[in-house]
């Protein structure tokens, strides 16, 4: 089974920044895409930020110009910085990726269990 664990989460001022890291292990083959989506209270989960293998990006509107998601270098982690950051940002942050476990295998998507990111006004 792939385990996704994120980290970096925490309370911060309006207009600071936050680091979250997204680690996958377990049996795995390729990591074809990662990305990092967020819950806020009483509303739906919403995508904020993906990136495929090849390094190509995408981004919610809200968060165009001041998040950043990027891949490490063994490929098994993925970052998403976050700038300027507001209170409309608070959510729990969770991380997802799309993991073949085996070269023959299909792809399966898994989710961490998500870390809260708290903007104070």
């Known amino acids: 089974q792939v385990q996704l664990v994120e980290s970096g989460g925490g309370l911060v001022q309006a207009g600071g920044s936050l680091r979250l890291s997204c680690v996958a292990s377990g049996r795995i083959f390729a990591i074809n895409s990662m990305g990092w989506y967020r819950q806020a209270p009483g509303k739906q989960r919403e995508m904020v930020a993906g990136i495929i293998s090849s390094g190509s990006p995408n981004y919610a509107d809200s968060v165009k110009g001041r998040f950043t998601i990027s891949r490490g270098n063994a490929e098994n982690t993925v970052y998403l910085q976050m700038n300027s950051l507001n209170p409309e940002d608070t959510a729990v942050y969770y991380c997802?990726?799309?993991?073949?476990?085996?070269?023959?295998?299909?792809?399966?998507?898994?989710w961490g269990q998500g870390t809260q990111v708290t903007v104070s006004s």
């Open positions: 997802n990726a799309a993991v073949q476990r085996l070269s023959f295998a299909p792809t399966g998507v898994y």
